[in-house]
């Protein structure tokens, strides 16, 4: 069965703590993969979509890696207003509709200053 | 620019009565997707539209649910009887075309008692 698992469920750093952020996926054919950030009694807002191994993207302090089994999302010198639930989310190749996202449950990230 | 726009923001209702939700997609997009979240269950899709058709409502739990787009700038979401296992935040979400990243409205929060 096709899904999708994000690790940690929840991690705590403190400000300036780097860390990594962790998405594995199980897919039959990988049409993309993509990054929200959503913040509390709010919809999640588009990061980063990327689509093939080695491929990787930056916006400010985040940087998101694709492997052919899992992405990275890499926090750099974090500041409280990072802290939020990152999901990821890959396009799979299902039966000719590449279309349906399949997200994973989440990592809820809070950044103690 | 508005983004995706969600009515109503909160919904308390009765099981055994009607729920309407509605949405707004961004202007010139193509393409209307409808998710559930719930802490059980993360973010699933339940259906979605491309060009005001339904391509895929293979996620809508059973016939009490059912999703309309009569035009370009504007779907419901109705589940008529509501139950209180329905009780979830509902996203709508559209995107330039089905390939491309998704944007989030900011929810609909549903409790039915």
């Known amino acids: 069965e096709d899904q999708v698992t994000q690790s940690p469920e929840a991690l705590r750093l403190q400000e300036g703590e780097s860390s990594s952020l962790n998405c594995s996926y199980t897919?039959?054919?990988?049409?993309?993969l993509f990054w929200y950030r959503q913040d509390p009694g709010k919809g999640p807002e588009f990061l980063f979509t990327l689509y093939s191994a080695g491929e990787e993207k930056e916006k400010e302090r985040l940087k998101a890696t694709l492997t052919k089994k899992e992405s990275f999302l890499h926090i750099t010198a974090p500041k409280p207003e990072d802290s939020a639930t990152y999901l990821c989310a890959v396009r799979e190749n299902y039966g000719g509709a590449t279309n349906k996202l399949i997200f994973g449950t989440g990592t809820l990230l809070a950044v103690q200053p | 620019d508005a983004g995706v726009i969600q009515s109503p923001r909160h919904e308390v209702t009765e099981m055994g009565q009607e729920v309407t939700l509605r949405c707004k997609p961004i202007?010139?997009?193509?393409?209307l997707f409808w998710y559930r979240q719930t802490m059980m269950r993360g973010l699933e899709l339940l259906i979605y539209f491309n060009n005001n058709v339904p391509i895929d409502d293979s996620g809508m739990p059973e016939d009490r649910f059912s999703a309309k787009m009569p035009n370009a700038s504007f779907s419901t979401l109705k589940i008529q009887p509501s139950e209180p296992r329905d009780s979830a935040v509902y996203f709508c979400?559209?995107?330039?075309?089905?390939?491309?990243?998704?944007?989030f409205g900011p929810g609909t929060r549903l409790t039915v008692l």
């Open positions: 202007s010139g997009h193509n393409s």
């Open positions: 897919v039959s054919g990988l049409r993309g």
């Open positions: 979400a559209s995107s330039w075309t089905v390939y491309n990243e998704q944007f």
